[in-house]
């Protein structure tokens, strides 16, 4: 299952999805996802620029357009409800990760950077040459941002 397809399936709404050469970085205010093995061995991320969080958080939750983005803008972090539903995303998109032939995996953990600076196991990763994919997501009436997700031990 693709990126877009989950996403799109998610929130019930169009989702367009488009490599980009924007990638989310160490100093991106992102929400991460951090994926493991039945080994507990970290072997995917996901990390979504704050702003798009927000946008696909609301979305999730049918906010008027526009509302998750003012609240993010306010609070200068995810508030907790918008963090919570992002968490939920990020857990389905386990359904994109866990590939035939590949290791199954599921979230293990989120990372909320939007108010701090990320962990040192996120920044590492976002930092390697690990394989990696950086996307420019748009959703229908939200708004667009960056997507990086980086797969491999």
């Known amino acids: 299952m693709q990126v877009r397809d989950v996403l799109s399936s998610t929130l019930e709404r169009d989702v367009t999805v488009e490599p980009t050469e924007e990638a989310v970085t160490p100093t991106t205010p992102a929400v991460t996802g951090l994926y493991v093995d039945d080994d507990f061995r970290a072997v995917a991320m996901v990390s979504i620029e704050a702003s798009l969080a ?3 958080a609301g979305a999730l939750a049918l906010l008027a357009p526009g509302r998750a983005a003012a609240a993010f803008d ?3 972090a995810l508030p907790a409800d918008l963090l919570e539903n992002i968490r939920e995303v990020l857990n389905i998109m386990a ?3 866990n590939v035939e032939g590949a290791p199954h995996v599921r979230l293990y953990t989120v990372y909320d ?3 701090s600076f990320p962990p ?6 976002l930092q390697s040459y690990r ?3 950086d996307l420019m997501v748009g959703v ?3 708004g667009d941002g960056a997507m990086t997700v980086i797969v491999g031990a």
């Open 54 to 56: 927000a946008q696909i």
């Open 74 to 76: 306010r609070a200068g």
């Open 95 to 97: 359904r994109a990760l």
């Open 113 to 115: 950077s939007s108010g």
């Open 120 to 125: 040192r196991d996120v920044t590492e990763w």
């Open 131 to 133: 394989p990696r994919l």
């Open 140 to 142: 229908k009436g939200y």
